[in-house]
């Protein structure tokens, strides 16, 4: 009479641990299934080039949704005078950087001693 009691003992822990092993193997399961950074990393790791065309996009329909207007800018008028003066001194510029220079040149350098001597 007793082998037949152990034997359904046996027969039922062998039953606890395979249902222990299945219910381990469906936790683990939904565990990966709910971790939510771990499922976005294997899907832009399987599809890189979806999700870049994705967030080009995203980015590119956020700039058109989010855009500010821009303030107008008014630029002053010039008058024909101003711009006459402008012009002259625009052209004359060059001119008058070879005069300052000479000038300057004149004033603060030493004769004689404008050559390199070498010893």
Known sequence: ?????????????????????????DYAHLRRRWHLPARIKDSILSKPVA????SLGMG?????????????ESKPKRSLIALALGGAFTLARPALQSWAVRELGKRFVIPGNDTVRHS
């Open 60 to 72: 590119f329909l956020a700039s058109l949704i989010l855009r500010r207007p821009r303030p107008r």
């Open 1 to 25: 009479m007793d082998s037949q009691p152990q034997g359904q003992a046996a027969a039922l822990i062998a039953r606890i641990a395979a249902s222990r092993t299945a219910l381990g193997n």
């Open 51 to 54: 999700w870049f065309g994705g």
